[in-house]
């Protein structure tokens, strides 16, 4: 059974929504929301999210609410569809890892396709284990989440593991971390390995991560780190 949110301040849409879904005929339970207030006050537990961009003026739109969603992140990492009648966002629909961008009025046939490629991905992803990092300091084993890691510094011959519930400090290379992780991490400067699953925007000097922190990029990582960060959003979203 899977949870899916439909997000859209027009009633008529959530209902055809709702009823492309359940033609389907996937094992699940649909959520509507007419705000993106209701939407993020409820959204912990959705598996799959069907979000609108325009929403009512009153609140956050589309993009900002998935934007507060990857935010907030423990516990809400929902596969985001958005639905919308607006084409010019669909560069920024990476930036908060949407698997998909369908445009109004929605094909019904690749509805059907992108749902079921949605499903089977929240299907695998419950199945599989977190990768994890397995690290040996003094007399202590340790193993962890690689999704815990928000960037890894180096400092004075040691690695310092920036967690989401803390610090983790041992004597290592960086530049061993960076060949072990590189699918997911990427060495954006000499002194910061960043994974990439955090990075909530760039400029050309800097990359900002999901819990506020800022880390400097350097001019010659720049090209390569946004090719690299595109290709780890377009993966994950099956593109």
Do not use: W
Not at 58 to 63: E, N, Q, R, Y
Not at 117 to 138: D, F, M
Request: aromatic share 12%.
């Amino acid at each position: 059974m899977i949870k899916i949110g439909i997000c859209d301040d027009d009633a008529p849409t959530r209902a055809y929504l709702a009823d492309l879904i359940r033609a389907q005929d996937y094992p699940c339970r649909i959520v509507e929301y007419a705000s993106a207030g209701d939407c993020l006050a409820d959204c912990r537990g959705i598996d799959l999210l069907f979000l609108d961009i325009g929403l009512d003026a009153s609140g956050p739109d589309g993009m900002a609410l998935a934007g507060q969603i990857r935010k907030d992140g423990q516990g809400m990492e929902p596969v985001i569809i958005f639905v919308t009648g607006y084409e010019r966002y669909v560069f920024d629909a990476f930036d908060v890892r949407a698997f998909q961008y369908l445009l109004k009025p929605v094909n019904e046939e690749k509805f059907a396709r992108i749902l079921a490629r949605a499903v089977v991905q929240i299907e695998t992803a419950r199945k599989k284990p977190g990768r994890v990092l397995t690290l040996q300091a003094a007399n202590t084993r340790r193993t962890i989440l690689l999704d815990s890691i928000y960037y890894i510094e180096s400092s004075d011959h040691k690695v310092v593991l920036h967690l989401k519930d803390g610090e983790f400090a041992y004597y290592a290379k960086i530049r061993d971390l960076e060949l072990e992780l590189q699918d997911q991490f990427f060495r954006i400067h000499k002194g910061y390995l960043v994974n990439l699953s955090y990075v909530e925007g760039y400029s050309k000097t800097e990359v900002m991560l999901t819990n506020g922190e800022k880390l400097l990029l350097s001019k010659y990582k720049y090209q390569d780190f946004v090719k690299a960060y595109l290709h780890f959003l377009k993966r994950g979203a099956g593109l």
